[in-house]
């Protein structure tokens, strides 16, 4: 769910200008989980750039604050929301912790690093939603550590059916920055995607397992 249309239109544009999503639908890139698509989005790139750095942060935050009551901790999902949601906690004056895939397979074994006390209530800052399983794994090792999950606010979402089946299936709510419906008709806008190239992204998204 896109929290403001004049931010998730900003994200994206900011998204762009600094690379962290990349659009190339002529020599589409394959995914660690095998699929081809024709957009790459790598948002720790955002880290480099502290105007954009920055932005992210404040609007989280102030999203965070209109959408929920302020947490007892922020936990950000490894490896690519750790800064981020290191710097959304900063900016909040609030415990951090993040969550890993799996449990570590030596010293304490922890899969929650930092401070966490049964009972506490947790939003999850991620940078990327997908299908949602990396996300909806972090969240389930918070509950198992008996946190409150008030919800997860992301940067960014590909939109898939997918993802919003699983979050619902779960009944963890989800907010975004931006979405990639916002960020292909801010491209075709801004000319860095001609109409035709257009049909193809949209096409991908509604069944990018088999494009």
Not at 88 to 93: M, S, T
Request: net charge neutral; proline share 5%; hydrophobic share 40%.
């Amino acid at each position: 769910m896109i929290l403001d249309t004049r931010l998730a239109e900003k994200t994206a544009e900011l998204l762009l200008q600094i690379k962290a999503i990349k659009l190339n639908p002529q020599e589409p890139f394959t995914w660690s989980s095998g699929w081809r698509s024709p957009i790459y989005c790598d948002n720790r790139i955002i880290l480099s750039y502290p105007a954009v750095r920055n932005f992210i942060k404040e609007n989280l935050a102030q999203q965070l604050l209109q959408k929920y009551e302020k947490p007892d901790v922020i936990a950000g999902v490894a490896t690519g929301a750790i800064g981020i949601g290191a710097l959304v906690a900063e900016q909040l004056d609030l415990p951090f912790v993040y969550v890993r895939p799996e449990p570590k397979k030596h010293g304490r074994q922890n899969q929650i690093e930092g401070a966490l006390q049964p009972g506490q209530t947790v939003v999850v800052i991620e940078d990327l939603i997908s299908t949602g399983k990396s996300s909806l794994n972090a969240v389930n090792a918070l509950k198992r550590a008996d946190a409150k999950i008030m919800g997860m606010l992301a940067i960014f979402t590909y939109g898939f059916d997918l993802a919003k089946q699983n979050f619902k299936r779960q009944d963890i709510e989800c907010a975004v920055l931006s979405d990639y419906k916002t960020l292909i008709k801010l491209a075709v806008e801004k000319e860095v995607l001609k109409p035709e190239e257009q049909q193809k992204l949209e096409a991908w998204r509604e069944n990018p397992s088999e494009w």
